[in-house]
């Protein structure tokens, strides 16, 4: 008569988890870093959108042919985050020279009920005259968050006009066709996102 063996069914069991755990890590693996090319990021993340500059157009990132675009999200009211972000884009720029005319700037709003075309304009202009503010309605702003995957989440203030924003600091960098490339962390240097900057343009434009 053969008996239950409960020691050898766990094991079984914990064999099939691994399995299982293993297919998954191999397939969420496939999602990274192309290792043929570090710099390039495999689309999972970005694609196109459609928002409204500061200059008051419709743009796509087709707007900019043959441009990079370093993206950041955030929202005029922010009172730490954003100014430091977008004052190391401004000091990395500087720092690469004629070859900043090679990527545009971006700064995407997550509070499109208060950053308006001109007051989002003013704001921009407060740290590099080539960034361009970008806003929209709560749906496109909704759309382009989901498509890049960037967290934000509005926080209620005292008052219904002082809420805040808690959002994603990192920078974007795609194509003209809003194709993902890389993605800065919100602690990098003005250097080392200089730095990043020009390998890319060496390596992706010539």
Known sequence: MKF???????????TLVVLVLAAITLK???????????HRVT?????????????????????????????????RFC?????????????ALDQLGDDANRIQPLFISVDPDRDTVATLRD???LFHPRLLGLTGTPAQIADVTRTFRVYYRKVEG??????????????????????LIKVFSHDVTEEQLANGLKALLAKLHP
């Open 28 to 38: 969420f693996a496939s999602y990274g870093p192309d290792s043929s090319d570090s």
């Open 4 to 14: 239950f063996d409960p020691y050898k069914m766990l094991g079984l069991a914990f």
């Open 158 to 179: 005292a008052t219904p006009d002082t809420y805040s924003m808690d959002h994603d600091a990192s920078l974007y960098i795609t194509d003209d066709h809003g194709t």
């Open 123 to 125: 704001y921009v202009a």
């Open 79 to 91: 009172p730490d985050v954003c100014p430091t972000n977008l004052g190391r884009i401004a000091r």
């Open 43 to 75: 689309q999972v993340l970005g694609g196109p959108f459609s928002l409204v500059a500061t200059d008051g157009a419709t743009v796509t990132p087709a707007s900019w042919p043959g441009k990079l675009l370093l993206m950041t999200f955030g929202y």
